[in-house]
């Protein structure tokens, strides 16, 4: 893995620090950033990179495409500590090769990014959606959020598309766990 390079995209400083460490004691460049604005500066130089899907005033879906603008051969693994099947699907449609939920340990990035049989499948497994039976809020929860995500957020696009009023939205919203 000599002469490889991997960016970490992660807000979180001591997880990034964590894996700069890690990942420069296996040998590679590491550009550990906290923010996508460096993205097209360094894109054409990382064959790799782990980038989380929740950032401070960034989307992850947004790097993974900016990434891949500049550079389409960079083998890309998402993370997140909020799995749902509509990041998934968009994470792995905008050219992520692998979708994998926090906590995670390097054994599990190392598999996502570097063996053979992972280039070309898809391990949302790994987020238990196959694994384990989904409620109805959860399913509810997940819809909502692909709406949302479809919507680009706007909450009043988004009702209208649910079938809801406005307020109701709001209000199954601040059901759900606030997003960091």
Not at 85 to 91: E, F, G, N, R, Y
Not at 108 to 133: C, G, H, M, R, Y
């Amino acid at each position: 893995m000599n002469n490889k390079k991997i960016l970490i995209l992660e807000d979180n400083e001591d997880f990034r620090s964590s894996l700069a460490i890690e990942f420069e004691e296996k040998g590679l460049t590491v550009f550990a950033i906290e923010s996508s604005s460096k993205i097209p500066k360094i894109a054409n130089f990382i064959d790799y990179a782990i980038i989380d899907l929740r950032l401070k005033n960034e989307n992850g879906i947004d790097a993974i495409e900016l990434l891949q603008e500049f550079n389409p051969n960079c083998k890309i693994v998402m993370l997140t500590g909020y799995p749902s099947l509509a990041t998934a699907v968009k994470a792995i449609k905008k050219g992520a090769i692998n979708y994998l939920t926090k906590p995670v340990n390097l054994k599990q990035l190392e598999l996502a990014l570097f063996e053979d049989e992972f280039k070309e499948s898809v391990s949302i497994q790994q987020t238990n959606f196959v694994s384990s039976p989904l409620s109805l809020a959860k399913h509810e929860r997940e819809y909502i959020e692909y709406i949302l995500a479809e919507c680009n957020g706007n909450i009043t696009n988004a009702a209208k598309r649910l079938g809801l009023h406005r307020q109701s939205l709001q209000r199954k919203l601040r059901k759900y766990p606030p997003k960091k």
